[in-house]
Protein backbone atom coordinates (compact mmCIF):
# COMPACT_ATOMS: atom_id res chain seq x y z
CA UNK A 1 0.00 0.00 0.00
CA UNK A 2 0.81 3.44 -0.70
CA UNK A 3 1.62 5.86 2.23
CA UNK A 4 -1.57 7.02 3.64
CA UNK A 5 -2.03 10.74 3.64
CA UNK A 6 -2.22 12.66 6.91
CA UNK A 7 -6.07 12.93 6.85
CA UNK A 8 -7.49 15.70 9.21
CA UNK A 9 -10.23 16.10 7.63
CA UNK A 10 -13.84 17.02 9.20
CA UNK A 11 -15.71 14.44 8.28
CA UNK A 12 -16.44 12.68 6.89
CA UNK A 13 -13.33 11.74 8.94
CA UNK A 14 -10.44 8.88 9.31
CA UNK A 15 -10.59 5.87 9.82
CA UNK A 16 -8.67 3.62 12.35
CA UNK A 17 -6.15 1.63 10.16
CA UNK A 18 -6.51 -1.42 12.01
CA UNK A 19 -10.64 -0.97 11.29
CA UNK A 20 -10.17 -0.48 7.75
CA UNK A 21 -8.15 -3.11 7.63
CA UNK A 22 -10.08 -5.89 9.19
CA UNK A 23 -12.57 -4.91 6.75
CA UNK A 24 -11.05 -5.31 4.29
CA UNK A 25 -10.29 -8.90 5.20
CA UNK A 26 -14.10 -9.64 5.90
CA UNK A 27 -15.03 -7.79 3.15
CA UNK A 28 -15.82 -10.62 0.36
CA UNK A 29 -16.31 -13.26 3.14
CA UNK A 30 -17.66 -12.53 6.12
CA UNK A 31 -17.76 -15.09 8.98
CA UNK A 32 -17.25 -17.98 6.70
CA UNK A 33 -20.92 -17.68 5.41
CA UNK A 34 -19.46 -16.42 1.50
CA UNK A 35 -20.97 -13.46 1.73
CA UNK A 36 -20.51 -9.56 2.52
CA UNK A 37 -22.00 -8.29 5.64
CA UNK A 38 -23.64 -5.75 2.88
CA UNK A 39 -25.21 -9.04 0.86
CA UNK A 40 -27.00 -10.20 3.84
CA UNK A 41 -30.68 -10.02 4.88
CA UNK A 42 -31.16 -8.03 7.70
CA UNK A 43 -33.09 -10.47 9.37
CA UNK A 44 -30.85 -12.90 9.47
CA UNK A 45 -28.95 -14.44 12.28
CA UNK A 46 -25.96 -13.47 11.11
CA UNK A 47 -25.93 -9.49 10.51
CA UNK A 48 -28.73 -9.22 13.44
CA UNK A 49 -26.18 -10.47 15.96
CA UNK A 50 -23.75 -7.99 14.62
CA UNK A 51 -26.59 -4.83 15.15
CA UNK A 52 -27.50 -6.44 18.43
CA UNK A 53 -23.26 -6.11 19.58
CA UNK A 54 -22.52 -2.82 18.12
CA UNK A 55 -25.51 -1.65 20.53
CA UNK A 56 -24.63 -3.57 23.66
CA UNK A 57 -20.96 -2.58 23.10
CA UNK A 58 -21.42 1.11 23.08
CA UNK A 59 -23.45 1.11 26.15
CA UNK A 60 -20.72 -0.98 27.97
CA UNK A 61 -18.33 1.64 26.83
CA UNK A 62 -20.31 4.31 28.86
CA UNK A 63 -20.94 1.82 32.00
CA UNK A 64 -24.31 0.31 31.33
CA UNK A 65 -26.19 2.54 32.30
CA UNK A 66 -30.20 1.44 32.84
CA UNK A 67 -32.58 2.85 31.36
CA UNK A 68 -31.38 3.78 28.17
CA UNK A 69 -31.61 2.19 24.12
CA UNK A 70 -29.16 2.64 21.12
CA UNK A 71 -30.99 3.25 17.71
CA UNK A 72 -29.94 3.49 14.45
CA UNK A 73 -31.43 6.10 12.26
CA UNK A 74 -30.47 7.72 8.91
CA UNK A 75 -29.99 10.76 7.59
CA UNK A 76 -27.76 11.99 9.78
CA UNK A 77 -28.11 14.26 12.67
CA UNK A 78 -29.39 16.95 10.20
CA UNK A 79 -32.73 14.60 10.62
CA UNK A 80 -32.24 14.77 14.35
CA UNK A 81 -32.64 18.15 14.30
CA UNK A 82 -36.41 17.61 13.00
CA UNK A 83 -37.46 14.71 15.07
CA UNK A 84 -36.63 15.86 18.02
CA UNK A 85 -38.98 18.69 18.30
CA UNK A 86 -41.47 16.43 16.22
CA UNK A 87 -41.00 13.63 19.21
CA UNK A 88 -40.70 15.63 22.15
CA UNK A 89 -42.06 19.32 21.74
CA UNK A 90 -45.92 19.47 22.84
CA UNK A 91 -48.57 21.78 23.01
CA UNK A 92 -48.17 24.62 25.46
CA UNK A 93 -44.55 23.86 25.56
CA UNK A 94 -41.01 25.48 24.71
CA UNK A 95 -38.23 24.04 23.12
CA UNK A 96 -35.07 25.33 24.83
CA UNK A 97 -31.87 25.73 23.02
CA UNK A 98 -28.21 26.80 23.27
CA UNK A 99 -27.03 28.78 20.48
CA UNK A 100 -23.27 28.18 20.25
CA UNK A 101 -22.22 28.26 16.32
CA UNK A 102 -23.49 26.71 13.19
CA UNK A 103 -24.32 23.78 14.29
CA UNK A 104 -26.62 24.79 16.90
CA UNK A 105 -27.83 27.74 14.20
CA UNK A 106 -29.20 24.59 11.77
CA UNK A 107 -30.54 22.87 14.75
CA UNK A 108 -32.54 25.73 16.21
CA UNK A 109 -33.45 26.64 12.96
CA UNK A 110 -35.00 23.27 12.08
CA UNK A 111 -36.86 22.89 15.52
CA UNK A 112 -38.59 26.58 14.74
CA UNK A 113 -40.33 24.72 11.73
CA UNK A 114 -42.07 22.30 14.12
CA UNK A 115 -43.09 24.80 17.29
CA UNK A 116 -42.10 27.15 19.69
CA UNK A 117 -38.74 27.34 20.06
CA UNK A 118 -36.20 29.96 22.09
CA UNK A 119 -32.63 30.56 22.79
CA UNK A 120 -31.76 30.76 26.45
CA UNK A 121 -28.01 30.65 26.13
CA UNK A 122 -25.76 32.06 23.49
CA UNK A 123 -22.23 32.86 22.85
CA UNK A 124 -23.10 35.67 19.75
CA UNK A 125 -21.03 38.51 21.09
CA UNK A 126 -17.71 36.83 20.61
CA UNK A 127 -18.19 35.47 17.17
CA UNK A 128 -18.65 31.85 18.63
CA UNK A 129 -15.11 31.52 19.76
CA UNK A 130 -16.28 31.25 23.53
CA UNK A 131 -19.38 29.17 25.53
CA UNK A 132 -21.83 30.30 27.52
CA UNK A 133 -21.25 29.65 31.35
CA UNK A 134 -23.14 26.71 33.06
CA UNK A 135 -24.84 29.12 35.84
CA UNK A 136 -26.25 31.18 32.22
CA UNK A 137 -27.76 27.56 30.74
CA UNK A 138 -31.25 28.12 32.29
CA UNK A 139 -34.10 26.19 31.02
CA UNK A 140 -37.66 27.62 30.89
CA UNK A 141 -40.63 26.79 33.27
CA UNK A 142 -42.36 25.20 29.79
CA UNK A 143 -39.29 23.79 28.08
CA UNK A 144 -39.89 20.27 26.64
CA UNK A 145 -36.24 19.88 26.51
CA UNK A 146 -32.93 21.65 26.44
CA UNK A 147 -30.87 21.36 23.48
CA UNK A 148 -26.76 22.08 23.35
CA UNK A 149 -24.44 21.22 20.38
CA UNK A 150 -21.30 19.76 22.98
CA UNK A 151 -18.85 20.59 20.29
CA UNK A 152 -18.81 22.92 17.58
CA UNK A 153 -16.84 21.48 14.31
CA UNK A 154 -16.74 24.18 12.64
CA UNK A 155 -15.76 27.20 15.25
CA UNK A 156 -13.81 24.88 17.36
CA UNK A 157 -15.53 25.39 20.67
CA UNK A 158 -16.21 22.22 23.12
CA UNK A 159 -18.11 22.13 26.65
CA UNK A 160 -16.01 20.63 28.82
CA UNK A 161 -18.65 19.91 31.48
CA UNK A 162 -22.40 19.94 30.71
CA UNK A 163 -25.48 22.38 32.96
CA UNK A 164 -27.97 20.41 35.23
CA UNK A 165 -31.09 20.86 33.53
CA UNK A 166 -33.10 19.84 36.80
CA UNK A 167 -36.57 17.70 35.69
CA UNK A 168 -35.79 19.06 32.10
CA UNK A 169 -34.53 16.69 29.86
CA UNK A 170 -31.29 17.45 28.21
CA UNK A 171 -30.75 16.75 24.71
CA UNK A 172 -27.13 17.10 23.00
CA UNK A 173 -25.75 16.59 19.49
CA UNK A 174 -22.48 15.00 19.89
CA UNK A 175 -21.61 14.53 16.59
CA UNK A 176 -18.09 15.87 16.53
CA UNK A 177 -17.24 14.38 20.12
CA UNK A 178 -18.82 11.61 21.32
CA UNK A 179 -16.51 8.50 22.61
CA UNK A 180 -13.91 11.49 22.32
CA UNK A 181 -13.76 10.91 26.69
CA UNK A 182 -15.87 9.57 29.12
CA UNK A 183 -19.18 11.35 30.34
CA UNK A 184 -22.04 10.45 32.38
CA UNK A 185 -25.16 9.32 30.15
CA UNK A 186 -27.43 9.98 33.42
CA UNK A 187 -26.82 13.32 33.05
CA UNK A 188 -28.86 13.26 29.54
CA UNK A 189 -31.93 12.75 28.57
CA UNK A 190 -30.51 11.80 24.58
CA UNK A 191 -27.33 11.98 23.21
CA UNK A 192 -27.00 11.72 19.30
CA UNK A 193 -24.50 11.93 16.19
CA UNK A 194 -23.68 11.23 12.87
CA UNK A 195 -21.30 8.54 13.06
CA UNK A 196 -18.79 9.80 10.47
CA UNK A 197 -16.26 11.48 12.72
CA UNK A 198 -15.36 9.52 15.65
CA UNK A 199 -17.65 6.31 15.22
CA UNK A 200 -17.54 5.14 11.64
CA UNK A 201 -18.36 5.90 8.13
CA UNK A 202 -21.58 8.33 6.99
CA UNK A 203 -24.73 6.89 6.56
CA UNK A 204 -26.07 6.19 9.63
CA UNK A 205 -26.85 8.34 13.26
CA UNK A 206 -26.34 6.96 16.44
CA UNK A 207 -29.36 7.70 18.99
CA UNK A 208 -28.74 6.77 22.94
CA UNK A 209 -31.83 7.85 24.34
CA UNK A 210 -33.99 7.56 27.57
CA UNK A 211 -36.12 4.48 26.97
CA UNK A 212 -39.00 5.85 29.01
CA UNK A 213 -39.10 9.33 26.25
CA UNK A 214 -39.97 7.47 23.47
CA UNK A 215 -42.43 4.52 24.35
CA UNK A 216 -45.33 6.66 22.88
CA UNK A 217 -44.49 8.76 19.91
CA UNK A 218 -46.88 11.24 18.65
CA UNK A 219 -49.09 9.05 16.33
CA UNK A 220 -49.73 12.15 13.83
CA UNK A 221 -46.28 11.69 13.02
CA UNK A 222 -45.16 9.68 9.28
CA UNK A 223 -43.82 6.26 10.37
CA UNK A 224 -39.99 6.88 10.18
CA UNK A 225 -39.88 10.01 11.97
CA UNK A 226 -41.09 8.42 15.08
CA UNK A 227 -38.39 7.22 17.85
CA UNK A 228 -40.79 4.45 18.82
CA UNK A 229 -40.60 2.96 15.74
CA UNK A 230 -36.84 2.47 15.99
CA UNK A 231 -37.25 1.37 19.85
CA UNK A 232 -40.50 -1.57 18.96
CA UNK A 233 -38.43 -2.57 15.90
CA UNK A 234 -35.10 -2.76 17.34
CA UNK A 235 -33.84 -0.01 14.59
CA UNK A 236 -34.86 -2.96 12.08
CA UNK A 237 -38.44 -1.62 10.92
CA UNK A 238 -36.73 -1.12 7.04
CA UNK A 239 -33.61 -1.71 6.59
CA UNK A 240 -31.09 -0.47 8.45
CA UNK A 241 -27.61 1.08 6.80
CA UNK A 242 -25.97 -2.33 7.34
CA UNK A 243 -22.06 -2.07 6.37
CA UNK A 244 -22.16 1.12 8.12
CA UNK A 245 -23.44 -0.28 11.79
CA UNK A 246 -20.44 -3.40 11.21
CA UNK A 247 -18.00 -0.51 10.92
CA UNK A 248 -19.44 1.15 14.01
CA UNK A 249 -19.35 -1.81 15.87
CA UNK A 250 -15.06 -2.49 14.40
CA UNK A 251 -14.61 1.21 15.58
CA UNK A 252 -16.52 0.47 19.26
CA UNK A 253 -13.69 -3.07 19.20
CA UNK A 254 -10.82 -0.98 18.39
CA UNK A 255 -12.11 1.81 21.27
CA UNK A 256 -12.24 -0.81 23.62
CA UNK A 257 -8.22 -1.96 23.07
CA UNK A 258 -7.11 1.50 23.37
CA UNK A 259 -8.30 1.25 27.19
CA UNK A 260 -11.63 2.71 26.33
CA UNK A 261 -13.10 6.33 26.62
CA UNK A 262 -10.33 7.06 29.57
CA UNK A 263 -7.30 5.75 27.20
CA UNK A 264 -8.56 7.87 23.88
CA UNK A 265 -9.41 10.76 26.04
CA UNK A 266 -5.69 10.82 27.01
CA UNK A 267 -4.62 10.51 23.60
CA UNK A 268 -6.94 13.02 22.18
CA UNK A 269 -5.46 15.52 25.03
CA UNK A 270 -1.92 14.49 23.99
CA UNK A 271 -2.24 15.25 20.82
CA UNK A 272 -4.36 18.03 20.75
CA UNK A 273 -1.82 19.75 23.64
CA UNK A 274 0.96 19.18 20.71
CA UNK A 275 -0.96 20.98 17.80
CA UNK A 276 -1.99 24.30 20.71
CA UNK A 277 1.03 23.97 21.91
CA UNK A 278 2.48 24.66 18.33
CA UNK A 279 0.44 27.62 17.75
CA UNK A 280 0.75 29.27 21.00
CA UNK A 281 4.57 29.01 20.89
CA UNK A 282 4.60 30.41 17.51
CA UNK A 283 5.15 34.09 18.30
CA UNK A 284 1.65 35.26 16.97
CA UNK A 285 2.47 33.53 13.51
CA UNK A 286 0.03 31.26 14.29
CA UNK A 287 -3.53 32.43 16.08
CA UNK A 288 -5.74 30.33 17.84
CA UNK A 289 -9.61 31.01 17.26
CA UNK A 290 -10.82 30.31 20.27
CA UNK A 291 -10.41 31.27 24.10
CA UNK A 292 -8.47 28.68 25.51
CA UNK A 293 -10.74 27.59 28.28
CA UNK A 294 -13.02 26.57 25.19
CA UNK A 295 -10.87 25.02 22.72
CA UNK A 296 -11.91 21.74 21.78
CA UNK A 297 -10.00 18.55 20.94
CA UNK A 298 -11.23 17.56 18.39
CA UNK A 299 -11.33 20.80 15.75
CA UNK A 300 -7.94 22.93 16.43
CA UNK A 301 -8.80 26.29 14.35
CA UNK A 302 -6.44 28.79 13.74
CA UNK A 303 -5.49 31.62 11.05
CA UNK A 304 -2.30 33.15 9.95
CA UNK A 305 -1.82 36.86 8.98
CA UNK A 306 -3.48 37.12 5.77
CA UNK A 307 -5.61 34.88 3.52
CA UNK A 308 -3.29 34.72 1.22
CA UNK A 309 -0.41 33.17 3.51
CA UNK A 310 -3.34 30.72 4.74
CA UNK A 311 -3.72 29.75 1.11
CA UNK A 312 -0.10 29.02 0.29
CA UNK A 313 -0.05 27.43 3.64
CA UNK A 314 -3.40 24.60 2.52
CA UNK A 315 -1.46 24.23 -1.04
CA UNK A 316 1.47 23.77 0.88
CA UNK A 317 0.15 21.59 2.86
CA UNK A 318 -1.55 19.13 0.43
CA UNK A 319 1.74 19.22 -1.11
CA UNK A 320 2.91 17.16 1.56
CA UNK A 321 0.78 14.83 2.22
CA UNK A 322 -2.01 16.99 4.43
CA UNK A 323 -5.59 16.89 3.62
CA UNK A 324 -8.05 18.67 5.06
CA UNK A 325 -6.61 21.31 6.59
CA UNK A 326 -8.66 24.28 5.30
CA UNK A 327 -11.34 26.07 7.40
CA UNK A 328 -15.25 25.78 6.91
CA UNK A 329 -15.69 27.91 4.01
CA UNK A 330 -18.22 29.77 6.49
CA UNK A 331 -15.65 31.12 8.89
CA UNK A 332 -12.18 30.40 6.85
CA UNK A 333 -9.29 30.27 8.18
CA UNK A 334 -7.43 26.85 8.57
CA UNK A 335 -8.73 23.75 10.91
CA UNK A 336 -7.00 20.05 11.97
CA UNK A 337 -9.71 17.91 12.85
CA UNK A 338 -7.63 15.16 14.73
CA UNK A 339 -10.54 12.55 15.95
CA UNK A 340 -10.42 9.42 17.85
CA UNK A 341 -8.49 7.60 14.57
CA UNK A 342 -5.72 10.38 13.87
CA UNK A 343 -2.69 8.74 15.40
CA UNK A 344 0.09 10.90 17.11
CA UNK A 345 2.81 10.61 14.65
CA UNK A 346 -0.01 12.90 12.30
CA UNK A 347 -0.15 15.23 14.42
CA UNK A 348 3.71 15.24 15.50
CA UNK A 349 3.89 15.82 11.28
CA UNK A 350 1.71 18.70 11.22
CA UNK A 351 3.37 20.05 13.68
CA UNK A 352 6.86 20.10 12.05
CA UNK A 353 5.07 20.92 8.80
CA UNK A 354 3.69 24.14 10.65
CA UNK A 355 7.07 25.27 11.91
CA UNK A 356 8.93 24.56 8.60
CA UNK A 357 6.30 26.12 7.23
CA UNK A 358 6.75 29.38 9.66
CA UNK A 359 10.46 29.42 9.52
CA UNK A 360 10.62 29.89 5.65
CA UNK A 361 8.28 33.25 5.76
CA UNK A 362 9.89 34.57 8.30
Same mark, same amino acid.
Given at each position: ?????????????? +??????????????????????????????????????????????? +?????? *?????? @???????????? =????????????? =?????????????? /????????????? #????? +??????????????????????????? @???????????????? =?????????????????? *??????????????? !?????????????? +??????????????????????????????????????????????????????? *?????????????? !?????? #????????????? /???????????????????????????? #? !?????????????????????? #???
Amino acid at each position: MSKRAYNFNAGPAA +LPLEVLERAQAEFVDYGGTGMSIMEMSHRGAVYEAVHNEAQERLLSL +LGNPSG *YKVLFI @QGGASTQFAMIP =MNFLGEGQVADYV =MTGSWADKAIKEAK /LIGNTQVVASSEA #SGYMS +LPSLQDIQPSDNAAYLHLTSNETIEGT @QFKSFPDTGSVPLIVD =MSSDILSRPFDLNQFAMV *YAGAQKNLGPSGVAV !VIVREDLITDSPKH +LPTMLRYNTYLKNNSLYNTPPSFGIYMINEVLKWIEEKGGLQGVEAMNRKKASLI *YDAIDQSGGFYRGC !VSPEFR #SDMNITFRLGSEE /LEKEFVKASEQAGFVGLKGHRSVGGLRA #S !VYNAIPYENCQALVEFMQNFQA #SHE
